[in-house]
């Protein structure tokens, strides 16, 4: 997964916290941003870099990460995270295909689905 977002060095802390992730390595861009970074969430890595032209908020694109059974403190904690200051997000509710389950488009505009 790549996100590119205003604020990489911001959005890096704040993935951190909502995955409990493992920060592999990051690079300057030499304006005070992140040319790349990357985080290890859960065995899946999430790259992140600045963008440097305007980005509009939300798209048709979707990150999901599906936790599985026995997953729900890790859907609770990137819920607790990723709620605040998010553009729109889905409060904690089961839904047809998971016991819990929430849509949020975060503060930096990366819609994420995140279920067990």
């Known amino acids: 997964m790549q996100v590119f977002v205003k604020g990489s060095v911001e959005a890096v802390d704040f993935y951190h916290k909502a995955f409990s992730a493992e920060i592999l390595g990051t690079y300057d861009d030499g304006h005070g941003g992140y040319m790349h970074a990357e985080l290890n969430a859960y065995g899946q890595v999430i790259a ?4 440097a032209e305007a ?3 939300g798209n048709t694109m979707m990150f999901c990460l599906h936790f599985g059974e026995g997953g729900e403190e890790n859907v609770k904690t990137a819920y607790e ?3 605040v ?4 997000c889905s409060p904690l509710d089961k839904c047809d295909y998971s016991p819990l389950q929430f849509v949020c488009t975060d503060k930096f505009g ?5 279920f067990v």
């Open 85 to 88: 200051e998010a553009i729109t």
């Open 110 to 114: 990366v819609t994420w689905c995140i």
């Open 48 to 51: 992140v870099s600045e963008i």
């Open 81 to 83: 995270v990723l709620k």
């Open 55 to 57: 980005i509009a908020p």
